[in-house]
C-alpha cells in the first residue's frame, strides 16, 4: 500500500512577495491499495504534478511522511530504481532510434539481461502488453503523440515497477488514443496484484475507467474516493462542472470537509472487493495471454515486481556509448556539419600560407661601407622578420582558435539537448560517473580527429611550421580537450541546450582579442585574464616550442605578450580539462527536471 500522511512542500516565496514562503503542497493524505489505478485530477497549478514528483523522489517533502509498504521513505531505504517507474509528459526517447532499439537501450541501463535467454522474450512482452509491436522499427520522431505515449511506458516497464507514476500521458491525445491510453493502464494495474499505477490527468472524459479520483485544488486533497461518486460529493451533474465548484469556496475550506469525510470515502476503497469490476476479468486475461505469447507458451518467470539488479559501470558505459554512435551516425546534418569542419577549416588556414613560410636569413655582421645601402639591408631583414613572425603566430592561433571552435560545436547542446532524457534514465538506476564516461570517450575521438589533422595537414602543406610538431599537436590536443570539457560542463549546467550553445559562443569569442595574440592587455589585467584563455596556453606554449629555432626572435618582434613553456602550457589546459569535468559531473548530478 502507497501511503501519504500530511505530506507538505513548502519552498521559498518568489522575489518581492510578501510571504517568505509557499507551501506547494498542505497536508495531503491519502491511502492506496495495490493493484489499484488512481487518477489525480484538479485545475491548473493546484499541485498534481508536484505530488506525483514528491510520490516518485524527484522533490522531498518537507513535513508528513511517504510510506510503502509500511516503510518510510525519507527515513528508511528509498525505493529501489527497479520498483519505481516514472513517465513524464514529454517524450523520454531520442528521434533517432528506433522503438525497439529505445526499450533494448532502457532494458540495458536498467537490467542485467542483455545477453540471457530472457532478454528477447522480455522485450517482445513490453512491446506486446503496449501494443507497439507492429511499430518496433519506427523511428522515434515519426510516431504520434498516442504512440510515443505508449513508447515512455514501455520504457518504465522494463523492470516490472511496483510503483507506475504517469504525468498527464493522454493530454493533447483524441478521445480514441486517451481511451487506449488509459485502458492499458488499467491493463498494467491489474496485471499485477502489487501494483500502484497513478496517472496525472486534465481530462474527466475517461474517469470511469480509474478505480478512484484523487481531487487537488491549490495544494490541498480536496477528495480521494470512487469515481462514480465524484458527482455525488460536489453536488454537481456532471465530472466538468468539479472545477467549476472549486471555485465557489475557499482550498482550506475544501480540505477542511474532506477531512470530515475521508475515512467514508476511503474505506470503500481499501474493501476487498467480491467481484472484479466489469472488464477487469478481460484485462487480466489479456495479460496473461500477452505473457504466454512473449514467452514461447511458458508463463514470465521473472518475478513480476523483483527489483532487477543494476548493470555495472561498465555494462552502462558501453550501453551509452553505443547508443549515442548509433544516434549521430542517423544525423546526417550533424555528420556532414563535422566532415565540413574537419576539411574545411584547415583548409582555411593554409590559405594564409599557400606561398609557404620562407627561411629566415641571418643578417650578415659584416657593415658595407655604403651607408644606404646598409640601411635597406637591415631594415629588409627587419621587414622579413616582422613578416615571418606575424604569419607564424597568426597560423598557429588561427589553428588554436578554430579548433576551440570545433570544439564548443561538439560539446554545447550535447547534455543539455537531451537533459530530460538524462532525467528520467537517473531516476531509473543511470550512474552519473557512467554517463559523464561515455560522453568522455564519444567527445574524445572528435578531439583527436580535428585537433591532429587540423596540426598535420597545416604543416604539411605550409612546408613545416617551426618547432617541434609533436609538441605543437599535443598543445592543439590540449586545447580542444579543454574547450570540450568546458562546453560539456556548460551544457551540464545549463537549463536549455540554446543557453548552453550561446555560453560556449561567447566563451569561444573571448578567445582572440583575450590571448594577448592579436592585441596586448594591459600587464594588470593580462595576469588576471590569461589563466581563463585556453587559446592563449595552446598558442603561447607552441610559440615558444620554437626557441631553438631563427623565427623565434621573429615571433617575440610580433607580441609584447609573455611566452610561457610548452610544459607550462600543457599543465594549465589539463587543469582546464579536469575542471572542465568536474562542472560537467556536477551539472549531470543534479536534478534539472521541468
Not at 497536508?27 to 489505478?37: C, R, Y
Amino acid at each position: 500500500m502507497l501511503e501519504a500522511i500530511n505530506v507538505g512542500l513548502e519552498v521559498d516565496a518568489p522575489p518581492g512577495s510578501e510571504q517568505e514562503s509557499l507551501y506547494l503542497l498542505r497536508e495531503v493524505s491519502l491511502s492506496v491499495p495495490q493493484g489499484h489505478l488512481m487518477a489525480i485530477v484538479g485545475p491548473s497549478g493546484c499541485g498534481k504534478t508536484t505530488l506525483l514528483k514528491v510520490i516518485a523522489g524527484i522533490l522531498e517533502q518537507t513535513d508528513g511522511a511517504l510510506k510503502w509498504e509500511e516503510r518510510d521513505l525519507k527515513e528508511e531505504e528509498d525505493l529501489h530504481p527497479g520498483e519505481l517507474g516514472y513517465v513524464p509528459q514529454f517524450s523520454v526517447a531520442h528521434d533517432l532510434l528506433t522503438v525497439e532499439e529505445c526499450v533494448a537501450s532502457s532494458m540495458a541501463l536498467r537490467t542485467q539481461l542483455p545477453g540471457t535467454d530472457d532478454f528477447e522474450p522480455k522485450l517482445d512482452h513490453i512491446l506486446s502488453i503496449t501494443g507497439l509491436t507492429d511499430l518496433a522499427d519506427r523511428r522515434v520522431k515519426v510516431l504520434s503523440g498516442g504512440q510515443k505515449r505508449r513508447l515512455g511506458l514501455a520504457l518504465e516497464l522494463v523492470t516490472n515497477p511496483c510503483l507506475l507514476l504517469c504525468d498527464e500521458v493522454t493530454s493533447g491525445l483524441d478521445p480514441k488514443s486517451e481511451h487506449e491510453i488509459t485502458e492499458l493502464l488499467r491493463v498494467l494495474a491489474r496485471e499485477n496484484k502489487r501494483r500502484v499505477v497513478i496517472n496525472v490527468t486534465h481530462s474527466l472524459a475517461s474517469l470511469e475507467a480509474f478505480d478512484s479520483v484523487l481531487v487537488m485544488y491549490q495544494g490541498h486533497l480536496v477528495y480521494h474516493g470512487p469515481p462514480k461518486l465524484l458527482t455525488h460529493y460536489f453536488t454537481v451533474e456532471h465530472p466538468e462542472d468539479v472545477y467549476r465548484r472549486l471555485t465557489m469556496r475557499e482550498a482550506q475550506a475544501w480540505h477542511e470537509s474532506w477531512q470530515k469525510k475521508r475515512s467514508y470515502y476511503e474505506a470503500m476503497l481499501l474493501e476487498k472487493k467480491d467481484e472484479e469490476e466489469p472488464g477487469a476479468d478481460a484485462a487480466k486475461t489479456a495479460s496473461e495471454e500477452d505473457e504466454e505469447t512473449a514467452s514461447d507458451g511458458k508463463k514470465d518467470e521473472h518475478h513480476p515486481l523483483a527489483s532487477e539488479e543494476l548493470p555495472g559501470l561498465f555494462s552502462q558505459v558501453f550501453t551509452l556509448l553505443s547508443r549515442r554512435w548509433t544516434i549521430f551516425r542517423r544525423d546526417r546534418g550533424q555528420v556532414w556539419l563535422h566532415l565540413a569542419m574537419l576539411i574545411g577549416f584547415p583548409l582555411l588556414v593554409v590559405i594564409f600560407a599557400l606561398d609557404g613560410i620562407k627561411p629566415l636569413k641571418q643578417l650578415n655582421q659584416r657593415q658595407d661601407s655604403d651607408i644606404v645601402y646598409e640601411m635597406q639591408r637591415q631594415a629588409q631583414h627587419q621587414l622579413d622578420q616582422l613578416q615571418a613572425g606575424s604569419i607564424v603566430s597568426g597560423l598557429i592561433m588561427l589553428q588554436v582558435v578554430l579548433v576551440t571552435l570545433m570544439a564548443s560545436n561538439n560539446a554545447a547542446r550535447e547534455i543539455a539537448g537531451e537533459r530530460l532524457i538524462l532525467e528520467r534514465e537517473k531516476l531509473g538506476g543511470l550512474s552519473t560517473l557512467a554517463y559523464v564516461i561515455s560522453k568522455v570517450l564519444f567527445l574524445g575521438v572528435f578531439v583527436l580527429a580535428q585537433s591532429i589533422w587540423m596540426g598535420v595537414f597545416v604543416d604539411m602543406v605550409v612546408g613545416g611550421l617551426p618547432g617541434d610538431l609533436i609538441v605543437k599537436l599535443a598543445l592543439l590536443v590540449l586545447a580542444s580537450a579543454a574547450m570540450t570539457s568546458v562546453c560539456l560542463g556548460i551544457s551540464a549546467l545549463s537549463r536549455t541546450p540554446e543557453k548552453a550553445t550561446i555560453l560556449s559562443i561567447y566563451l569561444v569569442g573571448f578567445q582572440l582579442p583575450l590571448s594577448g595574440a592579436v592585441l596586448t592587455l594591459p600587464d594588470w589585467l593580462e595576469g588576471a585574464v590569461n589563466p581563463f584563455i585556453a587559446a592563449f596556453w595552446s598558442w603561447s606554449g607552441s610559440l615558444r616550442s620554437m626557441s631553438d629555432t631563427s623565427f623565434y626572435d621573429a615571433v617575440k618582434q610580433v607580441t609584447e605578450t609573455s611566452l610561457v613553456t610548452p610544459e607550462l602550457a600543457g599543465f594549465v589546459l589539463l587543469a582546464h580539462v579536469i575542471i572542465g569535468l568536474c562542472m560537467t559531473y556536477v551539472g549531470s548530478k543534479g536534478s534539472q527536471w521541468e
